[in-house]
C-alpha cells in the first residue's frame, strides 16, 4: 500500500487552463502580447484578433505525461500536426525559434 511522505505535499495536476495561463506568460515574455491562449475542447488554441472574430495560430493537445503535440491551421480550415512532441514550453520555445510566422499578426503570411 503506498503512503505518502509525512510533510511532503502531493503535487495536484495541471488543469487546461493553468497550461493556458503557462502559456500565455511565455508568449507575452516571448514578446507576442498580440496572441492569447484559451481552452478549446480539451485543447489549448492560441488565437489573435476580436474575440468574435479569432485567428487561429496554433492548437496544443496533450499527448503523454508532460508531452504535448502541436497543429496548425491549413488554409483548407483543418489542422495539420507538426512534427514535434514534447513539454509545453519547450514546444512554444521550438515554434518561435524554427517557425516563428505561426506567432506573427497574420501567420498565413509564412
Same mark, same amino acid.
Given at each position: 500500500? $503506498?503512503?505518502?511522505?509525512? @510533510?511532503?505535499? =502531493?503535487?495536484?495536476?495541471?488543469?487546461?487552463?493553468?497550461?493556458?495561463? *503557462?502559456?500565455?506568460?511565455?508568449?507575452?515574455?516571448? @514578446?507576442?502580447?498580440?496572441?492569447?491562449?484559451? =481552452?478549446?475542447? *480539451?485543447?489549448?488554441? =492560441?488565437?489573435s !484578433?476580436? $474575440?468574435?472574430?479569432?485567428?487561429? &495560430?496554433?492548437?496544443?493537445?496533450? &499527448?503523454? *505525461?508532460?508531452?504535448?503535440?502541436?497543429? =496548425?491551421?491549413?488554409h483548407? @480550415?483543418?489542422?495539420?500536426?507538426?512534427?514535434?512532441? *514534447?513539454?509545453? !514550453?519547450?514546444?512554444? $520555445?521550438?515554434i518561435?525559434?524554427d517557425?516563428?510566422?505561426?506567432?506573427? $499578426?497574420?501567420?498565413?503570411? !509564412?
Amino acid at each position: 500500500m $503506498a503512503q505518502s511522505r509525512p @510533510g511532503k505535499p =502531493v503535487k495536484k495536476p495541471h488543469s487546461l487552463a493553468d497550461h493556458a495561463a *503557462g502559456i500565455q506568460r511565455l508568449l507575452g515574455i516571448l @514578446g507576442y502580447s498580440h496572441l492569447r491562449a484559451r =481552452v478549446v475542447r *480539451g485543447a489549448i488554441l =492560441v488565437e489573435s !484578433g476580436p $474575440a468574435d472574430d479569432p485567428q487561429a &495560430h496554433l492548437k496544443l493537445r496533450p &499527448h503523454s *505525461g508532460e508531452n504535448w503535440r502541436a497543429d =496548425v491551421p491549413t488554409h483548407t @480550415g483543418r489542422w495539420q500536426p507538426l512534427p514535434y512532441i *514534447g513539454p509545453r !514550453g519547450n514546444m512554444i $520555445a521550438w515554434i518561435n525559434q524554427d517557425f516563428p510566422w505561426l506567432f506573427s $499578426a497574420d501567420p498565413s503570411a !509564412g
